[in-house]
C-alpha cells in the first residue's frame, strides 16, 4: 500500500531546497485531468525529486504505470529515494538521461505525456510528446510562460534566447490541427493538448 502521507514531507524539501516543483494551483489543474481520465500510462519529461510523478500516481488506473526521465543524477537519487518511501516503485519507473537521447527509444503508447523539464528544448520534447501520445491523450506543458517573460515585449534579458523558443513553442502548439490546446495562465503557465 503506498504512504502518500509523505507527500507533504517531499513538497516541503522541494521548496526548501528551490527545486522547481510543481505549483499548487498547477497541480490542482492537472489533477482535475487525471481524475477525469484516470490514465494507465503517463510518460513525464523532468522528475526533478519525484514530487509531480508521486502526486499523478494516486490518479493512475489499477496496473496503471509512470515512465519520469531525468538528467541529473542527485535528482534520480532523491527521487527514488522518494519513490521507495511513497511505496510506489510498482508504479513509478525513473529513467536516467537526457530525455531527447531516451525518448527515441521508447514505443509505448502514453495516455498523458508530461513536459517540464529545460525550456530551450520544449520543441524537440514535444515532437516526440506527439508520437507518444496517443489519440485520445494529453500533452501537458508546464512554465510556457516563464514568470511573465513569454508574454511580456521586454526581451533583453539574459533569458531571451528561452523566451522566444517558448513563444515558438506555444505557437507550434495551438497551430498544430491534430490537437486541440489551450494556453492556461495559471501557476507559471500550462499548455493542455488533447490528441484528436
Ligand atoms: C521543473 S523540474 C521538474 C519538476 C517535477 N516535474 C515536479 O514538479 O516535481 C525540471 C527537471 O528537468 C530536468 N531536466 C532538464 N533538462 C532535461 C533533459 N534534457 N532531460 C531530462 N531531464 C531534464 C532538470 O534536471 C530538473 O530536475
Known amino acids: 500500500m503506498a504512504n ?3 507527500i507533504h514531507e517531499i513538497k516541503k524539501f522541494g521548496r526548501e531546497n528551490k527545486i ?7 497541480l490542482e489543474y492537472i489533477t482535475e485531468i487525471l481524475k477525469k481520465i484516470k490514465p494507465k500510462r503517463i510518460l513525464e519529461i523532468g522528475t526533478a525529486i519525484g514530487y509531480s510523478a ?11 504505470r ?14 527514488l529515494e522518494n519513490i521507495e ?3 510506489v516503485t510498482d508504479k513509478i519507473r525513473v529513467l536516467e538521461g537526457d530525455a531527447l537521447e531516451i525518448l527515441p527509444y521508447l514505443h509505448e503508447e502514453y495516455d498523458v505525456v508530461f513536459i517540464d523539464a529545460a525550456k530551450g528544448k520544449y520543441i524537440e520534447f514535444f515532437e516526440q510528446a ?27 534579458h539574459k533569458q ?21 490546446s489551450e494556453l492556461i495562465d495559471i501557476g507559471d503557465g500550462l499548455t493542455v493538448s488533447k490528441k484528436l
Open 20 to 26: 522547481p516543483i510543481l505549483l499548487d494551483d498547477t
Open 85 to 87: 518511501k511513497v511505496e
Open 160 to 180: 531571451r534566447t528561452a523566451v522566444n523558443k517558448l513563444r515558438n513553442f506555444i505557437d507550434i502548439v495551438l497551430e498544430n490541427k491534430d490537437l486541440k
Open 66 to 79: 509512470i515512465d519520469t526521465i531525468e538528467i541529473e543524477s542527485l535528482r534520480v537519487q532523491e527521487a
Open 54 to 64: 508521486i502526486c499523478f500516481s494516486q490518479y493512475l488506473a489499477e496496473d496503471g
Open 130 to 156: 506527439l508520437r507518444l501520445c496517443k489519440t485520445g491523450g494529453y500533452i501537458i506543458a508546464d512554465n510556457v510562460l516563464y514568470k511573465g517573460m513569454v508574454q511580456s515585449d521586454y526581451n533583453k
Open 4 to 6: 502518500y502521507e509523505y
